[in-house]
């Protein structure tokens, strides 16, 4: 039987009562009631309930409809009724079936644990938690695309092997590259950086490798990583595209995905600060201000971590900057504050409701002097930076840029408790499978 098939969607939304259909997917559930068996058919757009009835059964035995249980993958060509105990209030009954795989009984049935979850996760992905996750992941990095290729940003791509460091040494993973070492990319910014010699404004969506040696609920060891870098832009200018692609992405997802932020309790209000711009600005000193207020025992110079992130997310509704931090805390190639040399022109953007860090970015380090002296105090070699160097030396231009974790936004938009779930397969310290 060959039919053209409509997706469970337009069973609800594009075919009338009556209508006859050929729908295809998974069973996700499947129950028998007086003579008559009942599945519920999965696709990607959503669940249907199919009935089987003997009497109606056109091609196929009941002893093979009766095999049929959970996952197994089936067609079914029938005509739509409406049921008001249906989820959605429509059945089709099916007159035709194509059987195209049974199923043995399926190692998930509810009220599993996390680790045995992800140890089947090549199974665990058909849920449909996951499922509302992936569509807005997908919603999220659209979004996101949209805006930069709108507002005049080319796409680049640049490599994952690398020849040095950019966001330091110790979450550097290395490989084997022929006889020689070679590293796993942190970050596509010097990269950029090159390119903007040529296209001005430049973005790039790359997997990113950390090697963190901890494992938290929002590090992964490779991530998605959105970067972007624009030639003649100051701190305050990459910031403002900053919040404006995060209220877009926000938007988008509000408008398309609220089906599946619904579906896993998402309390979208709290979402709806985050699409008013400009999102506000606190200095690092302010910051450490808070955090004093708050009881933190932490001295101006020092680096904070996911707890006192936290602490700062609870005085605001809506994402917030941190800027000027240290110099000493920070990378190599930030620009120093020209008015206050003891701090750089970075800023992070922190997700309100405890979910911290999304973004890092800066402007860069234009002087080829400064950033010579920066490596050579950071106990770089400046022989692995020598093309890096050769940017400020060729007619070097005031410039900036940011990454953003694709997972740490989808985290925060969908609501999620670990970074794990942002992504269809986490990879972290311990964790390759599969
Ligand atoms: O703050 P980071 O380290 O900044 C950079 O890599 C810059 N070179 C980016 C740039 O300016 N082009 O990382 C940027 C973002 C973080 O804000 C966070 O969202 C994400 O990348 N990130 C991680 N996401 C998941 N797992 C990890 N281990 C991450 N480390 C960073
Ligand atoms: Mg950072």
């Given at each position: ?10 069973v ?25 068996i009942?599945a519920?058919?999965?696709d ?8 089987f ?6 091609n196929?035995d009941?002893e093979?409809i ?17 049921d ?22 399926f ?29 807005i992941r997908?919603?999220i ?10 507002n ?36 596509a ?43 003649w ?18 938007r ?12 896993l ?53 809506r994402p ?52 010579y ?5 950071e ?10 160097l ?24 969908a609501?999620?408790e670990?970074i794990?779930?942002?992504i ?6 311990g964790?390759?499978?599969?």
């Amino acid at each position: 039987m060959r039919e053209e098939a409509v997706s469970v969607n337009e069973v609800f939304e594009r075919y009338d009562v009556g209508s006859e259909v050929f729908v295809r997917g998974w069973i996700h559930r499947i129950f028998k009631v007086g003579g008559k068996i009942f599945a519920w058919l999965r696709d990607s757009s959503g669940i249907v309930q199919v009935v089987f009835d003997k009497g109606v059964l056109n091609n196929v035995d009941w002893e093979s409809i009766e095999r049929l249980s959970r996952e197994s993958s089936i067609g079914v060509k029938g005509v739509i009724r409406e049921d008001p105990r249906a989820p959605g209030g429509r059945e089709i009954l099916a007159s035709n079936v194509v059987i195209y795989g049974y199923a043995p009984p399926f190692p998930i049935r509810g009220g599993e644990d996390i680790e045995y979850l992800l140890d089947i996760r090549h199974l665990w992905l058909r849920s449909r938690q996951m499922t509302a996750i992936l569509k807005i992941r997908h919603t999220i990095l659209q979004a996101l695309k949209e805006w930069l290729v709108r507002n005049g940003w080319w796409e680049v791509t640049p490599p994952i092997l690398t020849g040095s460091a950019v966001e330091g040494g110790s979450t550097l993973f290395e490989v084997k590259y022929f006889d020689k070492p070679a590293y796993l990319s942190q970050s596509a910014q010097l990269y950029l950086e090159v390119l903007i010699y040529s296209l001005d404004k430049v973005w790039s969506l790359t997997p990113s490798f950390r090697a963190e040696k901890s494992r938290t609920r929002r590090h992964l060891s490779e991530y998605w990583h959105l970067e972007i870098e624009g030639a003649w832009y100051d701190m305050e200018d990459v910031m403002k595209v900053a919040e404006d692609m995060v209220s877009y992405a926000v938007r988008k997802t509000l408008e398309e995905r609220r089906k599946e932020l619904e579906f896993l309790g998402r309390d979208v209000k709290k979402l709806e600060p985050a699409l008013q711009t400009p999102y506000p600005r606190i200095t690092y000193d302010e910051a450490i201000e808070i955090l004093r207020r708050k009881g933190f025992k932490i001295e101006w110079g020092e680096d904070y971590g996911a707890d006192e992130e936290k602490a700062l997310t609870e005085e605001f509704d809506r994402p917030f900057f941190v800027t000027h931090f240290p110099k000493k805390i920070k990378a190599f190639y930030m620009k120093e504050d020209p008015n206050r040399p003891e701090v750089v022109l970075g800023f992070d953007l922190l997700a309100p409701e405890g979910y911290g860090e999304i973004i890092g970015g800066s402007q860069r380090e234009d002087s080829y002097e400064k950033l010579y002296n920066r490596i050579i105090q950071e106990g770089l070699n400046p022989k692995d930076y020598e093309w890096y160097l050769d940017l400020r030396r060729y007619g070097t231009v005031p410039h900036s840029g940011f990454g953003l974790g694709t997972e740490r936004l989808t985290m925060w938009v969908a609501g999620l408790e670990h970074i794990r779930d942002a992504i269809p397969f986490p990879r972290w310290r311990g964790r390759i499978y599969p």
